[in-house]
């Protein structure tokens, strides 16, 4: 499939063929579009990225497997060269138009940063745990991202914390704290990400918070999830009665109604799930789904024409709650073949529903298409 900017350039050249435009303004949008055209990666670039991560790879294993016999000096040595050459190389090749072997480079070093904080701590003997070096990792990768105004490492850099959160998260029940510093790391990097222009980034890290905030109900559901439902309502109908202004200032690429529908479908089924213990028959989870199935309507109204993917994930939270639905008040009610029975047709239900709503979505043009 043709890229957008290619779409966009043959239309142009058919406009001023067909005479709806003059040569100048074809020129003038020509070259807007080759300015904001989003630069795709060749399948050589890839695999120069792939190959340049293997080799960091390969001198990482290679200096660990004969840790003993090379010098202390020569050790550190080593590790700093990869690192330096990591970054330094890849400064040189982006300036040199080569960005994906460049960015490639950049993360063989914050690679080579992260294995050389494990290495030296053994080394040295230094004294901490896996979070610790993955704290220090993340935030050296941070700095390397601010530094070198990088996307991919911005990304990196929320991954690390994020696999901070997941250890110190599912270790909350052996000990008495709880990651709550990863807040902090989630609003200095979300900062990070406006500076390098990584909107990936931003998309990563509301989902890790969406992630973080599950971790955290572990005691305080109803606390948590009831805010996190109404605070997702009120971001979904900004984003989608004031969008221009919206966008400015979170720049997701028009995005954030999918993540204020998944934000609002998580804090309902946190709730749901804290008050389906309490009784098969509980006001306050009937409340609760009807709530959800009116959300996911009006999500669909107001949003799903514009965004396949919100109109998707609608119908998965649709699903869940015909599933849970079903678990909570009629498994008590019907024996497996009723079971079975009653999925069959809930599924058929729901496959109904999802093709009217999208022949509707794609309106009278693909009905006189089909025609």
Do not use: C
């Not at 900017?5 to 020509?30: E, P, T």
């Not at 909350?172 to 200095?188: K, L, N, Q």
């Not at 109109?311 to 678990?327: D, K, Q, S, T």
């Amino acid at each position: 499939m043709a890229s957008y900017s290619s779409r966009v350039r043959a239309d142009i050249a058919r406009w001023l063929q067909a005479g709806l435009i003059d040569a100048a303004i074809a020129d003038s949008l020509s070259r807007d579009v080759e300015a904001n055209a989003r630069k795709s990666l060749s399948f050589g670039s890839i695999l120069a990225m792939m190959a340049a991560l293997l080799f960091g790879a390969a001198i990482l294993i290679f200096v660990a497997a004969n840790w003993d016999a090379i010098p202390r000096l020569a050790r550190v040595a080593a590790l700093f060269a990869v690192i330096l050459g990591g970054y330094v190389g890849g400064a040189v090749l982006k300036a040199r138009d080569h960005a994906a072997i460049g960015e490639a480079l950049w993360i063989v070093a914050a690679a080579a940063f992260g294995g050389s904080i494990a290495l030296i701590g053994q080394m040295y003997h230094l004294s901490g745990d896996e979070a610790s070096a993955l704290v220090t990792w993340g935030a050296g990768t941070a700095l390397a991202a601010v530094a070198l105004r990088s996307n991919p490492l911005t990304v990196a850099s929320v991954g690390i914390a994020d696999a901070w959160l997941f250890l110190k998260g599912f270790d909350y029940y052996s000990r008495s704290e709880f990651p709550h510093a990863f807040v902090i790391m989630a609003i200095v990097l979300f900062a990070v990400s406006f500076w390098t222009r990584s909107q990936a980034a931003r998309h990563l890290i509301i989902l890790s918070v969406l992630f973080y905030l599950v971790l955290v109900t572990d005691h305080d559901t109803l606390q948590v999830a009831i805010p996190l439902v109404v605070v997702s309502a009120l971001l979904f109908a900004a984003s989608v009665f004031a969008p221009d202004p919206v966008d400015r200032v979170v720049q997701l690429g028009g995005r954030l109604p999918l993540h204020a529908l998944l934000g609002f479908l998580t804090g309902l089924a946190m709730i749901q799930f804290e008050l389906a213990d309490e009784s098969t028959y509980n006001s306050g989870f009937a409340l609760a789904s009807v709530i959800a199935l009116a959300g996911i309507v009006a999500a669909i109204v107001l949003a799903g024409p514009e965004s396949r993917g919100l109109r998707w994930l609608a119908y998965a939270g649709f699903a869940f709650e015909l599933a849970i639905i079903y678990v909570v008040t009629l498994q008590s009610m019907l024996d497996t073949a009723g079971f079975f029975l009653a999925a069959a047709v809930l599924l058929g239900i729901l496959a109904i529903v999802i093709i009217r709503v999208e022949k509707r979505m794609k309106g009278p043009d693909a009905k006189g298409a089909t025609a």
